[in-house]
Nanobody, 122 residues
């Protein structure tokens, strides 16, 4: 069984910073791409940032230059450093991982965390 657990959300004033963390654990054979999505009330879930197993990154236009995604050397943890936060960044942020388990090393599946709330407000 695989789990993704996010942490680091909270309430921050506009212009402030937060760092989200996500840890993947369980019977993991290999983690490929990881990413962060967010969903605000009434909106669809959108991709915020992604990082490949090789370290290539991509960002949605609205966070380019403000957010930075990174991974640790074990490649089972992913981080999202969020700077210059704006009220429109308010959402539930979800961690996402494409990985293979030890029980099924040839099949890549997508796993999700439970989400962490980020609220940007004065």
């Amino acid at each position: 069984q695989v789990r993704l657990v996010e942490s680091g959300g909270g309430l921050v004033q506009p212009g402030g910073s937060l760092r989200l963390s996500c840890a993947a654990s369980g019977s993991i054979f290999r983690v490929n791409a990881m990413g962060w999505y967010r969903q605000a009330p009434g909106n669809q879930r959108e991709l915020v940032a992604a990082i490949s197993s090789g370290g290539s990154t991509s960002y949605t236009d609205s966070v380019q230059g403000r957010f930075t995604i990174s991974r640790d050397n074990t490649k089972t943890m992913v981080y999202l450093q969020m700077n210059s936060l704006k009220p429109e960044d308010t959402a539930v942020y979800y961690c996402n991982a494409e990985l293979r388990t030890r029980q099924s090393i040839t099949n890549t599946r997508t796993y999700w965390g439970q989400g962490t709330q980020v609220t940007v407000s004065s």
